[in-house]
């Protein structure tokens, strides 16, 4: 019999070095609103140590950079007391209140910035890890079960300067006035008449603010007959068949929206205001899911990209379940975190209570997105033959439909040569099918600072008219963490073990390359060169 020789153990592997964690949960909530309430409300009643994150009320920075909603600069300076918008979130929120008085470890102002489980490729987890970050310091949380209620951001469409104070969405503005009471402005334009619209014209109403006008690209209102003869009645102006075309402004931002005719953009006019709050649609926030690896779906009724669920929000991954928007927009946000929450206690083996197991969880036709991409074309197709090429599509890099619609590499490069020039979309197209990861790299849209909040679906469907292509076939830009935006001090920060320190070099690097630092120069790096080791 042969003995066999293995080679000595790689001290650069990654195994055996376990990844150190802070803390640890059973079930850890990511998402404060109604679903994530509701999953951690169930779940602490069973027993479970329950973790409930939200990244709510963010940083002043943030809200700067319009993260992790479309702020618009319609702050007021409110968001610069964390402990003021802290009180305010509790006292607007009975579900919280109640998951705290039952024991539920809540933890606000604080991102969850990614989440692993043991997948292909990484195998060494003793547990899900969740990476989560305050202003301060980031840290590692191990979990047994995820349930993620991230909710849904805001769908943008750019115009002439709405780059400018007071061109904000939806979502940021329902944040600023029901969960900050921090609204800066006075009078709206809301763009858009769906049931996201009518429902941010009736809130503004509410608080007392002046809403001028809903604007329609279509011929007819969508959303629902009575709320809109509400908000008539009331004296909004419903402004069919039109689409945003400028933004006046001042020092201060936005004084005044020029909307432009659909089928004729010389025929226009000027509706003064100091806000412009973008409804058309909203988006599911899916980044975590992603990360993770959770299979998904393109569902152009549920708000585009979603992730695949069961009717109890299980996803693919066993230690993943999702509830609310998250999972496809227009469903019971309660009935779903609840629903999810049992689910996993139940997937723990732990008991779980009868009440409500009858509960199902129903799409609200009323909350779905009017026609799904199919309207949302008729929007970027409406503002891109009246606005026309040099309007941005993407704020933070620059980059214009021209640029995107040409496939330009970013302007700061000064390309001179003129083989860029015989590209586009459609010649693109051309060579294979187009793919949102590869026109971030050409031209660097949706690469900046928002993480692409602001443009993301308008460079998809941008990317479909020009390359003559359906939406739905446009895949998603990968997510990659961190999913929000870290100062570099708190990346700084980060605890290695002296096991893990060790091998940085050759981690970050390509294998083949590298000889250890600490070898270069000593006996060792010849023993390696003479071996033919690859460090």
Known sequence: MTAVTLPPPDRFSLRGKTVAVEERAEILVVGAGAAGCAAAIEAAKAGASVVLVDENPVSAGLVGMDVPFYFGGRATNAV????????????????????????????LSTSVWGAWVNAPGLCGLASGVAGLADERKSWLVGFDR????????????????SDQ??????????????????????RLVIVGSGALATQTAQSALERGLEVAALIEVRDEPQGPADAVAALEA??????????PLAAHGNAEGVTGLVVADRDDADHRREIACDTVVMAVGSV???????????????????????????????????????????????SGAEAAGRRAGRAALASLGKAVS?????ETVTQDA?????AGLAYQLDWARAMLATGGDDVLACICEGVTRGDLLGVRPPRYLDWRSNAPGRRDLATLAEEGPVNQDQIKRLTRACMGQCQARRCREQVALMMAIGAGVPAESVPLAGYRAP??????????????????????????????????YEDIGTEREAEQLRAGMPY
């Not at 290695?496 to 250890?516: K, L, S």
């Open 80 to 107: 610069q007391t964390p402990e003021r918008l802290v009180e305010q979130a509790l006292e607007t929120s009975p579900a919280l209140a109640e998951a705290l008085e039952l024991g539920v470890d809540i933890r």
């Open 146 to 161: 995820l349930v993620i209620a991230t909710g849904a951001r805001d769908l943008n469409f750019t115009f002439a300067g």
């Open 165 to 186: 104070p007071g061109v904000m969405g939806a979502q940021g503005f329902h944040t600023l006035i029901a969960r900050y009471d921090a609204f800066a402005g006075r």
């Open 234 to 243: 009331r004296g909004v102006e419903i402004v069919t068949g039109h689409v």
């Open 284 to 330: 599911p926030v899916i980044e975590l899911l992603d990360v993770l690896g959770a299979k998904r779906e393109m569902a152009p009724d549920r708000g585009g990209h979603v992730p695949v669920v069961g009717e109890d929000g299980a996803t693919s991954l066993g230690e993943i379940f999702v509830a609310g928007d998250c999972a496809g927009l227009g």
């Open 354 to 358: 009868a009440t409500g197991a009858d």
């Open 366 to 370: 009323a909350l779905k997105q009017p």
């Open 483 to 516: 999913v929000r935006p870290l100062p570099l001090s708190v990346l700084a920060d980060w605890e290695e073990g002296a096991d893990m320190d060790a091998g940085w070099n050759v981690w970050f690097g390509i294998a083949t390359q590298w000889i250890g």
